[in-house]
């Protein structure tokens, strides 16, 4: 199979973020959670598509509704919404600035990491034209700045 190892990261990817949001999301907290797996949803697969279709990135490979978009619905649909949950709920608040910024740094630098990797080791992501690596944190950054944003002012005292 042309594919196997790719199939392999993905479907991995997808059992692994699932127990992860299975083990570090309270019970308490699912509604919270609900809204800010929407909320990701809409930011990254809107931003997702408009960087497949300008050419930006392309997925040679796709798990999922390969006809349907050229986008990858694992990552843009699932996988980082999902993640973009744990950053949320276990956001450090109350802690100190550096605290603050070293870990809304570390969340995308992570997850940047990890694309670098399948970039160059398999063929689930390509990069086309000026895209880079930054700005694959940057556009991360952004997004979960902005669903921070979102969820602490929807669930306001």
């Keep these: 199979m042309a594919y196997k190892k ?12 699932f ?14 959670a609900q809204l800010i797996f929407l909320f990701k ?15 930006l990135i392309k997925y040679p490979y796709r798990l999922f509704f390969k006809k349907a ?9 699932f996988i980082y919404p999902a993640l973009s949950v744990l950053y949320n709920l276990h956001y450090p608040e109350k802690r100190k600035l550096l ?11 992570l997850i940047t990491l990890l694309e670098m990797i399948a970039l160059k080791y398999t063929r689930l992501i390509k990069y086309e034209k000026n895209w880079s690596w930054y700005w694959s944190f940057i556009s991360m950054f952004i997004t979960n700045y902005l669903s921070h944003l979102y969820f602490k002012w929807f669930f306001k005292n």
């Design 6 to 17: 790719e199939k392999t990261i993905i479907i991995s990817a997808l059992t692994v973020t």
């Design 19 to 32: 127990f992860l949001i299975v083990r570090f999301v309270p019970k308490d907290k699912i509604r919270e």
């Design 41 to 55: 949803q809409v930011l990254t697969w809107l931003f997702g598509l408009i960087v497949v279709e300008m050419g």
């Design 69 to 77: 978009s050229k986008s990858s619905f694992s990552f843009e649909y």
């Design 99 to 109: 605290v603050r910024i070293l870990f809304n740094t570390l969340y995308p630098s």
